[in-house]
């Protein structure tokens, strides 16, 4: 059973940086495409970033409102997906989860980023 646990997560001011981590366990995460997705307060989750499994060349995919600005990796010794965000706006206030597809569906329970002055 596969399990993700995400951190990173916290309050910071707008024009600021966080990196958020996704760590697996009983899963190989390389074999998985892997995304972080976001929910706001009253609206739907979306999704924010992907990055396909090293088997479909690892493609990276990002929401229009982050391109530029968030860069989503992964380190497969580590079993780890991350989120680098940088230039944090209020908008991007949400909490946000890590997915990931493969065999089966994990998802992640989430964290917290706050951007506020």
């Known amino acids: 059973q596969g399990e993700l646990v995400e951190s990173g997560g916290g309050l910071v001011q707008p024009g600021g940086s966080l990196r958020l981590s996704c760590i697996c366990s009983?899963?190989?995460?390389?074999?998985?495409?892997m995304a972080w997705h976001r929910q706001a307060p009253g609206k739907q989750r979306e999704l924010v970033a992907s990055?396909?499994?090293?088997?479909?060349?690892?493609?990276?995919n990002y929401a229009d409102s982050v391109k530029g600005r968030f860069a989503i990796s992964r380190d497969n010794a580590a079993n780890t997906v991350y989120l680098q965000m940088n230039n944090l706006k209020p908008e991007d206030t949400a909490v946000y989860y890590c997915?990931?597809?493969?065999?089966?569906?994990?998802w992640g329970k989430g964290t917290q980023v706050t951007v506020s002055s």
């Open positions: 997915h990931a597809d493969g065999l089966s569906d994990y």
């Open positions: 009983g899963i190989i995460s390389r074999y998985y495409d």
């Open positions: 990055i396909a499994a090293v088997t479909s060349g690892r493609r990276t």
